[in-house]
């Protein structure tokens, strides 16, 4: 099979003009040296059939249209808006030829009810004011700016700078002298997820934490700011979730289980996943007058942000006030759950899904993925109106509860775990759409079919293929190595899936093949979680037209279709196996580094040749001397992975021949499964052994996360138990893969 990179290679040895139009030629779509993934040759020409029609049966006019509907009022989890978009969407789903339902679940939804932040002659704000320039964000009913799983609190103390607030900023300030404890910590936004920073600020003996979106990353220093450009102004505010969700998402009172009416829950003041200490975020303009008190040494280059002042770490002169009050209520949060069943394999399951709740108006983050979601779904209707039915069933989600915490999947995947267990092939999920480049993150044993389909949409901008397009960026951004590395693959490396949207349940907690895919990149940032995500907004700075929601329902439908109605599920393991081989790689590669840092940072500290890290006038902490790195022995995890790469090439080898039957879907279904261990070390929630959210990094992912987090948090014991139980899991894949290709050698 070429790659549509090779193909363009051998045209433009021709000439340059030739080359041009070999990029229209690409535009043509799909070669028949590739052919689709799981079907035979007389299926994928009925299939591209489909396809085809599917393009002609939706309409980019209906998209703008639903989302000023749906972003017309404030629409987060348990208001009455969203209970309207809900049957809304009902109602067009069973329109359309779904069997609809809105799933309901009982889940502690906490509400801002008096929030000050104050110090001697001076008050904060904490609002976000209507603009006349756009009656679209105005938003009577909507959440005030707040971080939702602050605790209440009522906290005087003095400031302290701690820049992002991630564990590498606490050794920052620890080699300074600068304690934290019994103070409130100033943050900005960025550097790692939100939910961090009070957790580490509270494990260093804070006691309150202030979040503020700095204009050099999110604000005038990135271009003009709303509502003359799309970036942050000074009111604007990131509200967002600070529950510890890489300990579990969800409901914080019913970990593990349904949040139904009769659910078991936990008490308040046992539930885990509430933060430590009083949070608030505020806006750049609340957060300048508080960070002008900070004395003490002053912040080191990278930490400066681009307020017009010097910037200081503190603590300040100043004791600042910070009192929290919320609402803590259960609220309904409904699920719209859509449903085509399969015409002859009805307990195989293709899940889609999308949350429409938002922080306030919601256009961007959710709605522009909600609407592009609806519009697939459109499409899809229509297909059933012309006779067509998908082999597998397939089901829509608008998932509701997202921004608080994964809420509503949360609770449906808990609810329904044991069916979705045996009968869930994939689950593909998108969250906000904008302009520009596809990005797609997730399982690598379907990363070679999502490629395949990337080569069959073109880019409503440059008419590319959208595989084309984001390879292109790729290419660009890339380091030389990369660059060869990229160049000699025929498929582009999908990214490893941590957190931040609602595939986490499907894909860590019970092993369903995930995606999550968008496309964004060329819009201009600034009011992600903030009132001015609005209409308005969104179709000047985001994707006026809606072109590339629009697009996200044709690679939706696509990766839909041919999972529902491919012969042979689309499977493959090489690209996984190869891909957790060099995950496996970077293990001793990591320790061999903090051997060689530790050895070096210890020699200087005895020597006294310690560099200042900034400000050399001021006395410095004593900084302690690390414990050697011993050796970690990682032979048990090379010997898995070498076989897993043996089985993944024994299963490509027969897959092109195999024959459809239940047996293999069945085979195939169960390999993301076997990738299921007992849980990680202290969160138990996360079963997966490939991928999990860090548990100092929140959204970002770590690989391998059971060993790479017991080498970073340099607990060697802990590592050396890990590495077994990894290698035993990686012998369950290779179990099911050879299990497979037994299978399908057979016929
Ligand atoms: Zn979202």
Not at 111 to 130: F, I, N
Not at 304 to 322: E, K, M, N, S
Request: aromatic content about 10%; some cysteine.
């Amino acid at each position: 099979m070429g790659s549509a990179l090779e193909f363009k290679d051998r045209r433009c040895r021709l000439s340059r003009v030739l080359c041009l139009l070999s990029a229209i030629a690409l535009a043509s779509f799909g070669s028949s040296d590739d052919p689709l993934m799981g079907f035979s040759p007389e299926a994928a020409k009925q299939q591209l059939a489909t396809e085809e029609k599917f393009d002609s049966l939706i309409v980019q006019s209906d998209l703008p249209i639903w989302l000023k509907q749906f972003s017309a009022k404030p629409h987060h989890v348990g208001s009455p808006y969203g209970l309207k978009n809900a049957e809304y969407a009902l109602s067009l789903f069973k329109q359309w030829g779904f069997d609809a339902e809105i799933e309901r679940f009982y889940v502690l939804f906490p509400s801002p009810k008096e929030r000050v932040l104050e110090m001697a002659g001076y008050r904060a704000k904490l609002q976000e004011p209507a603009l006349k320039e756009d009656s679209t964000s105005r938003a009577p009913g909507g959440l005030q700016p707040y971080n939702a799983y602050s605790p209440d609190g009522d906290v005087t103390a003095k400031l302290v700078y701690v820049n992002y607030g991630m564990p590498k900023d606490y050794e920052v300030l620890e080699s300074e002298g600068i304690s934290v404890k019994g103070k409130i910590v100033i943050s900005r936004y960025g550097g790692g997820w939100r939910g961090i920073k009070p957790k580490v600020a509270a494990e260093h003996g804070a006691i309150g934490c202030l979040i503020y979106s700095d204009p050099r990353d999110d604000g005038f220093y990135r271009g003009d700011v709303y509502p003359v450009g799309g970036y942050r102004n000074e009111n604007g505010v990131q509200r967002g979730s600070i529950a510890d969700m890489p300990l579990f998402p969800g409901d914080p009172l019913t970990p593990g289980e349904g949040a139904s009416k009769e659910a078991k829950r936990l008490a308040l003041k046992d539930a885990p996943t509430i933060a430590k200490i009083p949070t608030l975020p505020i806006s750049y303009g609340d957060a300048l007058p508080l960070l002008k008190t900070l004395r003490g040494p002053v912040a080191p280059d990278d930490w400066r942000g681009a307020l017009p002042i010097t910037y200081h770490i503190g603590p300040g002169d100043t004791d600042v006030h910070l009192k929290l009050k919320f609402n803590w209520q259960t609220v309904e949060a409904r699920d719209v759950i859509a449903k085509v069943k399969g015409s002859e394999l009805p307990d195989e399951w293709i899940i889609r899904g999308n949350h429409y709740d938002g922080w306030v108006l919601g256009a961007e983050d959710p709605l522009s993925g909600a609407v592009a979601l609806m519009e697939e779904a459109k499409g899809i209707g229509g297909l059933l109106k012309t006779g067509w039915r998908p082999k597998r069933t397939m089901i829509y989600c608008l998932w509701d509860g997202e921004e608080p915490g994964l809420l509503g999947s949360t609770e449906w995947v808990e609810t329904h775990a044991e069916e979705l267990s045996k009968k869930a092939v994939a689950y593909l999920n998108t969250d906000s759409i904008g302009r520009g480049f596809f990005n797609v993150g997730g399982s690598h044993s379907l990363e070679k079919f999502v490629n395949q389909v990337e080569r069959y949409v073109i880019d409503p901008e440059t008419h590319l293929t959208i595989a084309e397009r984001a390879r292109a960026q790729k290419l660009v951004g890339a380091s030389a190595a990369d660059r060869k590395e990229l160049r000699a693959k025929p498929d582009m490396p999908i990214g490893a899936l941590g957190s931040g949207s609602d595939f986490s349940s499907f894909l860590q907690h019970i092993g369903i093949a995930s995606f999550d895919m968008g496309f964004g990149g060329e819009g201009g940032g600034g009011v992600y979680h903030s009132t001015y995500d609005s209409y308005d907004w969104y179709t000047r700075f985001a994707d006026p037209k809606l072109q590339y929601g629009f697009t996200t329902a044709q690679v939706g439908a696509r990766i839909m279709t041919r999972l529902a109605d491919a012969d042979v599920l689309p499977f493959e393991f090489s690209n996984l196996a190869e891909t957790i081989d060099k995950y496996a790689k970077e293990l001793p590669k990591l320790v061999d580094t903090m051997r060689d840092e530790t050895a070096e940072k210890n020699r200087e500290i005895l020597d006294g040749t310690l560099k200042a890290t900034f400000d050399p006038l001021l006395p410095k902490a004593m900084p302690k001397i690390k414990d050697a790195v011993p050796t970690v022995d990682f032979t048990v995890l090379t010997k898995a992975v070498e076989r897993l790469l043996s089985s993944a090439k024994k299963y490509s080898a027969v897959a092109g021949k195999a024959k459809a039957s239940v047996a293999l879907d069945e085979a195939l279904m169960q390999t993301e499964r076997s990738l299921l261990g007992s849980g990680l070390p202290r969160r138990p929630w996360y079963r997966h052994a490939i991928y999990a959210p860090g548990f100092y990094t929140g959204y970002g992912v770590k690989t391998l996360p059971a060993i790479r987090e017991a080498l970073e948090e340099r607990n060697w014991s802990e590592a050396t138990q890990q590495i077994p139980l990894v290698a035993a899991t990686l012998d369950h894949l290779a179990d099911a893969i050879e299990k497979a290709t037994a299978i399908a050698a057979r016929m």
